[in-house]
């Protein structure tokens, strides 16, 4: 198929050492296009919501995302995540049962990771650079979910993106304290202790288990900052 052709896997850019470097940057800058445009048909302000894949219909973590789907949906927001399984598909689920516009930002996997059905605007991506961009670009707020790697490194880039000013300051909410409590606990006694980060830094999370309590969160501060972008110029 054309599509498979065109694919270019991560591995080989960054194991290219024939030097056939224009190809890499120009299919690489047309997957960037694709995922600008698609951001750009979000006609109202986005969250994006991350989390395991693994979490499973009926779980806790499921019906809590589920509902945070819901709830920023009958505010007027759209819902962006992943698109894959589990909490993705949790909160895309929500969002398109309330009404919502529901966004997935998929990935092609060795594993293939299939798009979940709840999905109103789809993109699949090749490169978790150009992916993880769009979750920044069409967000004003980041929702995180209880999940492995994946879900660590999508909390800490937005966390170091804040820090260092990349972005504009939007708010970070943790669900399910318990799950999240160890992990802050050790950045306030090892990082904060050690003076590796300020607290100011550290008040860039909010905890919460409660749905509605986390669209509040998310709500209150784009009103105070009167709907601004997050990506700086």
Same mark, same amino acid.
């Given at each position: 198929?054309?599509?498979?052709?065109?694919?270019?896997?991560?591995?080989?850019?960054?194991?290219?050492?024939d030097g056939g470097h224009e190809r890499?940057?120009?299919?690489? =800058? %047309? #997957?960037f296009r694709r995922g600008f445009e698609a951001v750009d048909k979000i006609d109202r302000p986005a969250v994006s919501v991350f989390g395991s894949a693994r979490v499973a219909e009926g779980q806790h973590f499921y019906d809590l995302a589920r509902q945070v789907?819901?709830?920023?949906?009958?505010?007027?927001?759209?819902?962006?995540?992943?698109?894959?399984?589990?909490i993705m598909e949790a909160a895309n689920r929500g969002s398109q049962e309330a009404g919502g516009l529901s966004v997935g930002f998929n990935i092609r996997l060795p594993h293939e990771q299939a798009a979940n059905p709840y999905i109103d605007l789809l993109l699949t991506f090749d490169h978790f650079y150009a992916r993880k961009t769009m979750f920044v670009? =069409? %967000? #004003?707020?980041?929702?995180?979910?209880?999940?492995?790697?994946?879900?660590?490194?999508?909390l800490f880039e937005s966390l170091t993106l804040i820090q260092v000013g990349k972005i504009f300051h939007f708010p970070v909410v943790l669900m399910d304290c318990d799950y999240w409590e160890?992990?802050?606990?050790?950045?306030?006694?090892?990082?904060?202790?050690?003076?590796?980060?300020?607290?100011?830094?550290?008040?860039?999370?909010?905890?919460?288990?409660?749905?509605?309590?986390?669209?509040?969160?998310?709500?209150?501060?784009?009103?105070h900052h009167d709907g601004k972008s997050t990506v700086r110029p």
């Open positions: 198929m054309p599509e498979q052709r065109e694919r270019l896997d991560d591995r080989e850019v960054l194991s290219s050492a890499h940057v120009q299919m690489i =800058a %047309a #997957e789907g819901g709830e920023f949906a009958r505010a007027g927001w759209a819902i962006v995540t992943g698109g894959g399984p589990g670009k =069409a %967000a #004003e707020g980041f929702v995180i979910f209880p999940g492995g790697f994946g879900t660590m490194d999508e160890e992990m802050v606990g050790w950045m306030r006694r090892e990082l904060l202790g050690k003076k590796m980060i300020s607290p100011d830094d550290l008040a860039l999370l909010s905890r919460t288990d409660d749905p509605a309590e986390a669209v509040r969160i998310v709500l209150e501060h784009h009103e």
